[in-house]
C-alpha cells in the first residue's frame, strides 16, 4: 500500500514538474507580455525534437545543454517578428497567433519528423530502477527531478536577484512607468519570452526521453499548465510551481488509485481551490490582466 | 539646446480631443510651473511629452531632438527624468530594487548618492513600496527618476495628498535639483507655492493654453491667483 502510495505520489511528482515547468513559462509570459501562448506546448515538443536531432552528434548531455538553447532563440525571433506588433492592441489578436501558431508548429514538426513517434533515449545506465522495491525510481527520473528544481531554482534567482529580474517583476506591476525610466521594455519582454520559451524547451528534452517523441506531445501538457497556473494563483510564480506540483500529485494518485478518474482530478482540484480560494493560492489581490 | 518644446499638441483621448494646440517650452535651467484645473489637460501634456500618450497633431522636442511618436524609454534615454501622477512606485519591490530599476545614465546620481540625499529611503531600504508612507513613495519616486540622471525632470502633482512638511521637502529637492543644472517642468494643484518655486509659468484651461510668462508676474496678479487657487483641489500656504 505504502508502495503503492509512493509510485503514485512520485509518478505525479514527475508529471508535476513538467506542468510546472510549462506553466512557469507561460505565466512568465502572460504576466509581462499579456500573451497567452498557446503555442507553448508546440515549443515543448520542437525542444524534444531538437534535442533527437542533435543526440547523434553531440550525445544526449550535449542535446540537453543546446536543444532548449536553439528553443529559446527561436522563442526570441517569434516574439520580436510575430508577437510584437500585436502588444497594445485586443488580446484576440495575439490569442489568435499563438493558436495558429501551435498547429504550424505541430504540422511542421510532422513534416520535419514524420507523424510517428519516436523514440528518445537517455543514457541506458540511467534507466534501469534503482532497487527492487522502489521499482519506479530510475536514475534519470531522480536526475529529471533534480534539473527542474535546478531550473526553476535557476529562474527564480534570475528573477529576484539580478537587475533583469527586477525589471521584469517591475514591468509585470507597471510597464508603463518603467518605460519612462528608460529601460527598453521592448527588449525586456523579448528576453521575458525567451526565458518562459527556454523552460519549454528544456521540459521538453526532458519529456522526450521520459515519454518519447510525438508532433502532440505537448498537448496533453498545455491544458493541465493553464491549470496549475489557475490554481496556484494569477501572477504568482511560486503559486504556479506549488499549483503545477500538487495537480501533479493529484493526478498521479488518481492514477493508481482511480485510474478512470486521472484527466478530471485535475479539474476537479480546481474548482475546489476556486471555491475555497477565487484567487488561487497565492493569487495577488485584485491583478488580473 | 532646449531641453523641452512642445509646439502645437493635438492630443486624444480616444475619441475625446484633449489638448487643442497647447505649445510649451522649458529652456535650460529653468524650473517651469504648469497650472490649471483638474481636467485641464495638465497630466496629458506631460503624457504628450513622454510618449505615453502620443499627440496625433504637433510636435515634441527633447534636447534638440525630435522625439514625437517616440516610445517613452526613448524618450527618457536623452535624459527626460518622469515622476507620474500617483507616484507609481513598484510596490511589489523594495525600495532597492525599485531604485535600481531605472537605466544607466552617465551622471552625478549614484545609489549611494540616493540614500544619502534620502535617508528616510536608506532606512528603509529592504521595504517593499507597498509599505511606505505616502511620503516616503513620493521621495522613492523622486529618487528612482533622478537616478536616471536626467537633465530635464517632470513632476506630475508631486505634492498631491501630502502632508506640509513633506511638501516643503519635496520642493527643496526641486530646487537642489535645479541647482544642480537639471530644467525641472512640474504641474501643481498648489498655485501659490508653485509660483513661488517656479521662473515661469503656464496655464491650461480646457486644453489650450491661457496664461504664458513670468511667474513672478503671474503670483502678482492676485486675482488670477485666487481664481485658479480657488479652483484647485488644495489649497494651503506654504509658510516660506
Same mark, same amino acid.
Given at each position: 500500500?505504502?508502495?503503492?502510495? %509512493?509510485?503514485?505520489?512520485?509518478? +505525479?511528482?514527475?508529471?508535476?514538474?513538467?506542468?510546472a515547468l510549462m506553466a512557469i513559462g507561460l505565466s512568465l509570459i502572460l504576466n509581462l507580455s499579456g500573451v497567452i501562448n498557446f503555442a507553448h506546448g508546440g515549443f515543448l515538443a520542437l525542444g524534444g525534437y531538437l534535442a533527437y536531432s542533435l543526440a547523434p552528434t553531440i550525445g544526449f548531455w550535449g542535446a540537453l545543454l543546446i536543444a532548449p538553447l536553439i528553443t529559446a532563440a527561436i522563442g526570441?525571433?517569434?516574439?520580436?517578428?510575430l508577437v510584437r506588433p500585436l502588444y497594445g492592441r485586443d488580446p484576440l489578436y495575439s490569442l489568435l497567433l499563438t493558436f495558429g501558431l501551435a498547429f504550424i508548429f505541430q504540422d511542421g514538426l510532422r513534416t520535419i519528423w514524420g507523424a510517428q513517434s519516436v523514440p528518445f533515449s537517455p543514457p541506458a545506465a540511467m534507466m534501469s530502477p534503482l532497487s527492487a522495491q522502489l521499482f519506479f525510481l530510475t536514475g534519470y527520473r531522480l536526475f529529471m527531478?533534480? %534539473?527542474?528544481?535546478?531550473?526553476? +531554482?535557476?529562474?527564480?534567482?534570475?528573477?529576484?536577484?539580478?537587475?533583469?529580474?527586477?525589471?521584469?517583476?517591475?514591468?509585470?506591476r507597471d510597464l508603463e512607468t518603467l518605460s519612462t525610466l528608460g529601460v527598453d521594455v521592448r527588449v525586456l519582454r523579448n528576453l521575458n519570452f525567451g526565458l518562459g520559451i527556454y523552460l519549454a524547451g528544456l521540459a521538453g528534452v526532458l519529456a522526450a526521453g521520459q515519454l518519447g517523441l510525438s508532433p502532440t506531445m505537448g498537448d496533453g501538457l498545455i491544458m493541465p499548465s493553464f491549470v496549475s497556473i489557475i490554481v496556484g494563483g494569477l501572477g504568482s510564480l511560486v503559486g504556479t510551481l506549488l499549483g503545477g506540483l500538487l495537480i501533479g500529485v493529484a493526478s498521479g494518485l488518481a492514477a493508481v488509485f482511480f485510474p478512470s478518474a486521472q484527466e478530471a482530478v485535475i479539474y476537479v482540484m480546481m474548482v475546489a481551490v476556486l471555491l475555497a480560494r477565487p484567487r488561487g493560492l497565492l493569487g495577488e489581490e485584485g491583478r488580473v490582466h | 539646446m532646449t531641453p523641452l518644446s512642445a509646439v502645437g499638441l493635438e492630443t486624444f483621448y480616444g475619441k475625446s480631443h484633449v489638448l487643442h494646440g497647447v505649445s510649451i517650452e522649458v529652456r535650460e535651467g529653468e524650473i517651469v510651473a504648469l497650472l490649471g484645473r483638474n481636467g485641464a489637460g495638465k497630466t496629458t501634456t506631460l503624457?504628450?511629452?513622454?510618449?505615453?500618450?502620443?499627440?496625433?497633431?504637433?510636435?515634441?522636442?527633447?534636447?534638440?531632438?525630435?522625439?514625437?511618436?517616440?516610445?517613452?524609454?526613448?524618450?527618457?534615454?536623452?535624459?527626460?527624468?518622469?515622476?507620474?501622477?500617483?507616484?507609481?512606485?513598484f510596490g511589489n519591490l523594495t525600495v532597492d530594487e525599485n531604485l535600481r530599476a531605472p537605466a544607466d545614465r552617465p551622471g552625478p546620481w549614484t545609489l549611494a548618492r540616493a540614500y544619502q540625499a534620502f535617508p528616510r529611503l536608506a532606512e528603509r531600504k529592504a521595504n517593499k513600496g507597498s509599505q511606505l508612507s505616502g511620503g516616503e513613495q513620493e521621495m522613492l519616486a523622486i529618487a528612482r527618476a533622478l537616478l536616471l540622471n536626467p537633465k530635464v525632470l517632470i513632476l506630475d502633482e508631486p505634492s498631491q495628498g501630502l502632508a506640509p512638511l513633506i511638501v516643503e521637502e519635496v520642493f527643496r529637492i526641486v530646487r537642489r535639483v535645479r541647482e544642480e543644472g537639471a530644467s525641472v517642468l512640474l504641474v501643481e494643484q498648489n498655485v501659490r507655492a508653485a509660483v513661488a518655486l517656479a521662473d515661469r509659468a503656464y496655464v491650461l484651461d480646457d486644453g489650450k493654453v491661457i496664461y504664458e510668462?513670468?511667474?513672478?508676474?503671474?503670483?502678482?496678479?492676485?486675482?488670477?491667483?485666487?481664481?485658479?487657487?480657488?479652483?484647485?483641489?488644495?489649497?494651503?500656504?506654504?509658510?516660506?
Open positions: 500500500m505504502i508502495q503503492l502510495v %509512493l509510485f503514485g505520489v512520485f509518478n +505525479g511528482l514527475i508529471v508535476g514538474a513538467f506542468y526570441l525571433l517569434v516574439e520580436r517578428l527531478m533534480a %534539473l527542474v528544481a535546478i531550473a526553476v +531554482g535557476g529562474l527564480f534567482y534570475v528573477l529576484g536577484w539580478t537587475r533583469l529580474g527586477l525589471r521584469i517583476r517591475a514591468g509585470t | 503624457r504628450s511629452i513622454m510618449g505615453l500618450t502620443p499627440p496625433r497633431e504637433g510636435s515634441v522636442r527633447a534636447f534638440g531632438q525630435l522625439v514625437t511618436g517616440l516610445p517613452p524609454f526613448r524618450v527618457a534615454a536623452l535624459g527626460v527624468g518622469y515622476v507620474p501622477e500617483g507616484r507609481k512606485i510668462g513670468a511667474a513672478k508676474d503671474f503670483a502678482a496678479d492676485e486675482a488670477r491667483v485666487r481664481e485658479l487657487a480657488g479652483a484647485s483641489a488644495e489649497t494651503w500656504d506654504l509658510g516660506d
